[in-house]
């Protein structure tokens, strides 16, 4: 240890400088943007590259001056300061030229951006919904729909379990899509901004609520494709990824149809009665995927921003009442109304969880045909 | 009264204690205090900086909750521009504009007084949200809503120090636009004022035409939350992105307030050690109020991603890569000055050589995010976090680094320990770049901003980048050591400083009297 005590401050810099440099040389991965599987991203990409090439042109001549008159213009040298102060014919050039080379990018630039904001003729739409921390995906003609929520452990997390090589980059359910078709997708948002981007599809889109948003792409390789929610949407802003997977066409058949199936098996379970232990499993899983974020998995909450729900005045009140708020949400917080989110048995089964775990003990179920009820 | 009598009116020195720093009304206090301030809350914004850092060292969750660390990032940005980068502009203005111009004092003595005592209040109460229920400010600095609305208690004092931070900005600003429109010395025209002087002349028009606007549009989140108008709420019939125009119709000129005053440093500084008059002067002052124009013309830049009709983007991108011509007839004017003169390096000119390079680096990856087709794949990315640093760190605060060693030895009558300074300059420097630039390889390759963890495969450039913070962090103390340690002392400068410096403010004793140029000097 003493030897490196006494390291001087100059050996230090020199270790940090090749430690930098390994790292580099370390990482997987470019240092330039990624070309994409689009149309479109290609089209970003040449346009990125084009400007970059201009930008370092125009560093080498500048900084080249910069630094030729740094070395030679020098009193140490002996150098005498000239005193010239002005130059119309200079100032001019260097007004107009870069001029002239901004007209150079805007030409490209502005066909790209043309064919980017055009949504027509598209083969398939998805509407996209951010949430709060998930996102939803409605196939407007094919009748799926779904939510995509982050599916890494909580384990890996806190560093508790070696981290995976798709970390925070993994979903339950994917948006599957397939190749060589214009996919439209529709994009707004329930509670907050979000932002729907990954990057090898070339664009991102702001979700506004209220509003809807278009974006279009066109994906020619199978292959699965990651990004991530792109505007601050609260706390768990980093964990709401967004995973593409691109099939054949007659792949992606089959896929709809087993949604389809998935779906209806979902109706049946609205028609009919669950016993209590049925309901907390079932009801743990919800509650772990959509309420545990904010109110933790130990009920306890967050103090000052989400209540807790051990022991809480809600939980431990009337049943119809706690179904009503998770139902409806309340305005002007974050609990949000997830009437829409869950179907009937998922409902009535967090609401049963919530009632009964924790030692909140009410000994109450509510039954799908209640949830029913109140719709 | 019997005190009046007792001495000349026109000669006496501050009060004693800490009254003197209560109420002074003399431009050299305000201007030191508003330093002193600055410097405090550059540590402060700076901690919070580290916190941020030190999170995002290793991917996963080690030290704060999300929660805490969109707070840090909220504050740090908060603090940095309103409490460090804007106050030392306006101090670097207290102390130099009336001594640039022969004026005795600022125009507005006591409401100078009030500008700067404002912003301690202002601070504190911004600072204090960390300790209430539910958490400070967690929304991004950006305050859009609905998301903001979701904020705790903090809410409404968060806005209420944004309306006090206001308050004393515009104050500031009318003093200076009086001071210079009414102050000169006898002779001194406009286009015989130095850069300083114009760049801040035009800054404070573009303070008192925004941040009226920044406190309307904040004032429109308050009373969404609490008395029920739906302005930005699109359930209430209101809209969103709404709050975000008006939110960059402030935030674009924003940013020129911040960088225009440090284009005047640094045209100050490199006529001096180049010992050569700036070059283009005249142009220099024509490209100043272009940038400032077109500033109100480019908000949307920053929000190309919200959906907003082709013909706008268009617009927008066109009138953002005009900026470019301006800024660049800057650039290739300081360079103009630095050839063929006689150059010396210290401190001072060292970080305004510094902010010459990497502003202008920072100025290409802004010309890389006017262009809107590339723009949606590095908005809301580490690109951006990368480009905003250089313009801001290396930009704005290494221009406020070489004022202050430019400037130090006259307002002290202390030479600063120029070993200490050169070791500051170049120890900054390439902690710097080992801090920012691989946030540019962060942003490209697909790292949102704003998240308190990422995928693995971030993980070597961010190991980088937080060491250079972590060293970056340590060497500004060694800034604090200097300037405390010139202030107490160490070898007496001269009335001239620096060799090849002109201007009035040289032509003053270092330090100057507490009460210089009460008789105007004639300019030639
Ligand atoms: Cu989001």
Redesign the pocket.
């Given at each position: 240890m003493s030897a490196r005590t006494n390291l001087r401050v100059p050996q230090v810099l020199t270790g940090l400088a090749l430690l930098s440099v390994a790292g580099i040389a370390a990482a997987e991965y470019g240092l330039n943007l990624r070309p994409g599987v689009t149309t479109i991203a290609q089209e970003a990409y040449s346009l990125h590259m084009l400007i970059l090439w201009v930008c370092v042109a125009i560093g080498i001549v500048v900084f080249g001056a910069m630094f030729y008159s740094i070395l030679n213009h020098r009193k140490s040298k002996g150098a005498v300061a000239a005193q010239f102060h002005e130059s119309t014919a200079v100032e001019i050039a260097w007004t107009i030229i870069p001029f002239l080379i901004l007209i150079g990018m805007a030409i490209p630039a502005t066909k790209a951006l043309i064919a980017m904001e055009d949504t027509s003729n598209s083969d398939l739409t998805i509407k996209v919904t951010?949430y709060?921390?998930k996102w939803q995906y409605e196939y407007l003609n094919e009748g799926v729909n779904f939510f995509s929520t982050l599916s890494t452990p909580k384990e890996e997390i806190f560093n508790r379990a070696d981290k995976n090589p798709d970390y925070l980059l993994e979903v339950d359910n994917p948006v599957v899509v397939p190749v060589g078709k214009k996919v439209r997708l529709s994009i707004t948002a329930n509670d907050v901004i979000?932002?729907w981007w990954v990057p090898d599809l070339g664009m991102k889109k702001d979700a506004i609520p209220g509003f809807i948003n278009e974006m279009w792409f066109n994906i020619d390789t199978p292959g699965t494709y990651r990004g991530q929610?792109a505007?601050l949407?609260g706390k768990d802003?980093g964990f709401?990824p967004i995973v593409v997977v691109a099939k054949e066409q007659a792949e992606y058949d089959t896929w709809v149809a087993d949604q389809l199936k998935m779906a209806d098996a979902a109706a049946a379970d609205s028609n009919r009665d669950f016993t209590m232990a049925e309901l907390m499993a079932r009801g743990e899983k919800v509650y772990t995927s959509n309420c545990a974020a904010c109110h933790q998995a130990n009920g306890e909450g967050v103090p000052g921003a989400f209540p807790a729900l051990k022991g809480g005045v809600i939980t431990t009140g009337p049943a119809a009442e706690h179904l009503a708020l998770v139902m409806n949400g309340k305005a002007g917080t974050a609990m949000a109304a997830f009437a829409g989110q869950l179907n009937d048995a998922d409902l009535a089964a967090v609401v049963t969880y919530e009632r009964n775990a924790w030692g909140n003990n009410k000994g109450d179920v509510v039954q799908p045909a209640a949830v029913k009820a109140a719709r | 009264m019997s005190t009046a009598a007792a001495h000349d009116a026109h000669d006496h020195g501050p009060a004693s204690g800490l009254s003197r720093w209560i109420f002074t009304t003399n431009h050299k206090d305000i201007g030191t205090l508003y330093l002193l301030f600055s410097l405090l809350m550059f540590f402060v914004g700076g901690a919070m900086a580290m916190v941020i850092r030190a999170e995002l060292f290793q991917p996963g969750l080690q030290f704060v909750n999300p929660m805490f660390f969109n707070t840090m990032t909220t504050m740090h940005a908060l603090i940095m521009i309103f409490g460090a980068v804007m106050p030392a502009f306006v101090g670097l203005a207290n102390w130099l504009i009336p001594i640039m111009l022969g004026a005795p004092d600022m125009a507005l003595p006591r409401m100078n007084n009030w500008s700067f005592w404002i912003l301690p209040f202002a601070f504190t109460m911004l600072l204090s949200t960390l300790f209430m229920d539910g958490g400070g400010p967690a929304g991004g600095w950006t305050l859009y809503p609905p998301l903001v609305l979701q904020t705790g208690d903090a809410f409404p004092f968060v806005i209420f120090s944004i309306h006090m931070m206001g308050l004393s900005s515009i104050m500031g600003a009318i003093n200076v636009v009086v001071t210079i429109l009414n102050m000169r010395a006898p002779g001194m025209t406009l286009m015989k004022m130095p850069l300083f002087v114009w760049t801040w002349l035009i800054t404070a028009y573009l303070l008192i035409a925004v941040m009226p606007v920044l406190a309307g549009a904040v004032t429109m989140l308050l009373t969404d939350k609490f008395f029920g108008t739906s302005f930005f709420s699109a359930a209430g019939g209101g809209d969103p992105v709404m709050f975000q125009h008006i939110f960059w119709f402030f935030g674009h000129p924003e940013v020129y307030i911040l960088i225009l005053p440090a284009f005047g440093i640094v045209s100050q500084i490199i006529p001096t050690f180049a010992r050569k008059p700036l070059f283009g002067y005249s142009s220099m002052v024509y490209a100043t109020a272009s940038i400032a124009f077109l500033s109100f013309l480019v908000w949307a830049h920053h929000m190309f991603t919200v959906g907003m009709p082709l013909a706008g983007e268009l617009f927008f991108m066109y009138a953002t890569m005009l900026i470019a011509v301006p800024t660049g007839v800057k650039v290739f004017n300081w360079v103009s000055t630095m050839w063929k003169g006689s150059m010396t390096f210290e401190t001072p000119m060292l970080f305004a050589l510094g902010f010459v390079f990497m502003f202008t680096i920072g100025g290409f990856s802004g010309l890389m995010l006017a262009i809107a087709p590339v723009d949606f794949q590095y908005h809301d990315t580490y690109f951006v976090v990368a480009h905003f640093h250089y313009v801001l760190v290396t930009g704005a605060i290494y221009a406020i680094m070489a004022g202050a060693y430019y400037w130090l030895p006259k307002w002290t009558g202390n030479m600063y320990n120029e070993t200490l300074g050169k070791w500051h300059f170049w120890l900054s420097t390439i902690f710097v770049n080992v801090l920012f630039f691989p946030q540019h390889f962060l942003g490209l390759a697909g790292m949102p901003r704003r998240i308190p963890d990422y995928s693995i495969q971030f993980t070597e450039f961010n190991v980088i980048s937080s060491l250079g913070g972590f060293a970056f962090g340590l060497t500004q103390l060694l800034f604090a050591y200097i300037v405390i340690s010139t202030i107490r002392g160490g070898k007496k400068a001269t009335d001239q400083v620096w060799e090849g410096a002109e201007g009035l403010e040289w032509t003053l004793p270092s330090p100057p009297p507490y009460h210089s140029f009460t008789t105007a000097p004639v300019i030639k």
């Amino acid at each position: 240890m003493s030897a490196r005590t006494n390291l001087r401050v100059p050996q230090v810099l020199t270790g940090l400088a090749l430690l930098s440099v390994a790292g580099i040389a370390a990482a997987e991965y470019g240092l330039n943007l990624r070309p994409g599987v689009t149309t479109i991203a290609q089209e970003a990409y040449s346009l990125h590259m084009l400007i970059l090439w201009v930008c370092v042109a125009i560093g080498i001549v500048v900084f080249g001056a910069m630094f030729y008159s740094i070395l030679n213009h020098r009193k140490s040298k002996g150098a005498v300061a000239a005193q010239f102060h002005e130059s119309t014919a200079v100032e001019i050039a260097w007004t107009i030229i870069p001029f002239l080379i901004l007209i150079g990018m805007a030409i490209p630039a502005t066909k790209a951006l043309i064919a980017m904001e055009d949504t027509s003729n598209s083969d398939l739409t998805i509407k996209v919904t951010g949430y709060q921390w998930k996102w939803q995906y409605e196939y407007l003609n094919e009748g799926v729909n779904f939510f995509s929520t982050l599916s890494t452990p909580k384990e890996e997390i806190f560093n508790r379990a070696d981290k995976n090589p798709d970390y925070l980059l993994e979903v339950d359910n994917p948006v599957v899509v397939p190749v060589g078709k214009k996919v439209r997708l529709s994009i707004t948002a329930n509670d907050v901004i979000h932002a729907w981007w990954v990057p090898d599809l070339g664009m991102k889109k702001d979700a506004i609520p209220g509003f809807i948003n278009e974006m279009w792409f066109n994906i020619d390789t199978p292959g699965t494709y990651r990004g991530q929610c792109a505007e601050l949407c609260g706390k768990d802003h980093g964990f709401m990824p967004i995973v593409v997977v691109a099939k054949e066409q007659a792949e992606y058949d089959t896929w709809v149809a087993d949604q389809l199936k998935m779906a209806d098996a979902a109706a049946a379970d609205s028609n009919r009665d669950f016993t209590m232990a049925e309901l907390m499993a079932r009801g743990e899983k919800v509650y772990t995927s959509n309420c545990a974020a904010c109110h933790q998995a130990n009920g306890e909450g967050v103090p000052g921003a989400f209540p807790a729900l051990k022991g809480g005045v809600i939980t431990t009140g009337p049943a119809a009442e706690h179904l009503a708020l998770v139902m409806n949400g309340k305005a002007g917080t974050a609990m949000a109304a997830f009437a829409g989110q869950l179907n009937d048995a998922d409902l009535a089964a967090v609401v049963t969880y919530e009632r009964n775990a924790w030692g909140n003990n009410k000994g109450d179920v509510v039954q799908p045909a209640a949830v029913k009820a109140a719709r | 009264m019997s005190t009046a009598a007792a001495h000349d009116a026109h000669d006496h020195g501050p009060a004693s204690g800490l009254s003197r720093w209560i109420f002074t009304t003399n431009h050299k206090d305000i201007g030191t205090l508003y330093l002193l301030f600055s410097l405090l809350m550059f540590f402060v914004g700076g901690a919070m900086a580290m916190v941020i850092r030190a999170e995002l060292f290793q991917p996963g969750l080690q030290f704060v909750n999300p929660m805490f660390f969109n707070t840090m990032t909220t504050m740090h940005a908060l603090i940095m521009i309103f409490g460090a980068v804007m106050p030392a502009f306006v101090g670097l203005a207290n102390w130099l504009i009336p001594i640039m111009l022969g004026a005795p004092d600022m125009a507005l003595p006591r409401m100078n007084n009030w500008s700067f005592w404002i912003l301690p209040f202002a601070f504190t109460m911004l600072l204090s949200t960390l300790f209430m229920d539910g958490g400070g400010p967690a929304g991004g600095w950006t305050l859009y809503p609905p998301l903001v609305l979701q904020t705790g208690d903090a809410f409404p004092f968060v806005i209420f120090s944004i309306h006090m931070m206001g308050l004393s900005s515009i104050m500031g600003a009318i003093n200076v636009v009086v001071t210079i429109l009414n102050m000169r010395a006898p002779g001194m025209t406009l286009m015989k004022m130095p850069l300083f002087v114009w760049t801040w002349l035009i800054t404070a028009y573009l303070l008192i035409a925004v941040m009226p606007v920044l406190a309307g549009a904040v004032t429109m989140l308050l009373t969404d939350k609490f008395f029920g108008t739906s302005f930005f709420s699109a359930a209430g019939g209101g809209d969103p992105v709404m709050f975000q125009h008006i939110f960059w119709f402030f935030g674009h000129p924003e940013v020129y307030i911040l960088i225009l005053p440090a284009f005047g440093i640094v045209s100050q500084i490199i006529p001096t050690f180049a010992r050569k008059p700036l070059f283009g002067y005249s142009s220099m002052v024509y490209a100043t109020a272009s940038i400032a124009f077109l500033s109100f013309l480019v908000w949307a830049h920053h929000m190309f991603t919200v959906g907003m009709p082709l013909a706008g983007e268009l617009f927008f991108m066109y009138a953002t890569m005009l900026i470019a011509v301006p800024t660049g007839v800057k650039v290739f004017n300081w360079v103009s000055t630095m050839w063929k003169g006689s150059m010396t390096f210290e401190t001072p000119m060292l970080f305004a050589l510094g902010f010459v390079f990497m502003f202008t680096i920072g100025g290409f990856s802004g010309l890389m995010l006017a262009i809107a087709p590339v723009d949606f794949q590095y908005h809301d990315t580490y690109f951006v976090v990368a480009h905003f640093h250089y313009v801001l760190v290396t930009g704005a605060i290494y221009a406020i680094m070489a004022g202050a060693y430019y400037w130090l030895p006259k307002w002290t009558g202390n030479m600063y320990n120029e070993t200490l300074g050169k070791w500051h300059f170049w120890l900054s420097t390439i902690f710097v770049n080992v801090l920012f630039f691989p946030q540019h390889f962060l942003g490209l390759a697909g790292m949102p901003r704003r998240i308190p963890d990422y995928s693995i495969q971030f993980t070597e450039f961010n190991v980088i980048s937080s060491l250079g913070g972590f060293a970056f962090g340590l060497t500004q103390l060694l800034f604090a050591y200097i300037v405390i340690s010139t202030i107490r002392g160490g070898k007496k400068a001269t009335d001239q400083v620096w060799e090849g410096a002109e201007g009035l403010e040289w032509t003053l004793p270092s330090p100057p009297p507490y009460h210089s140029f009460t008789t105007a000097p004639v300019i030639k």
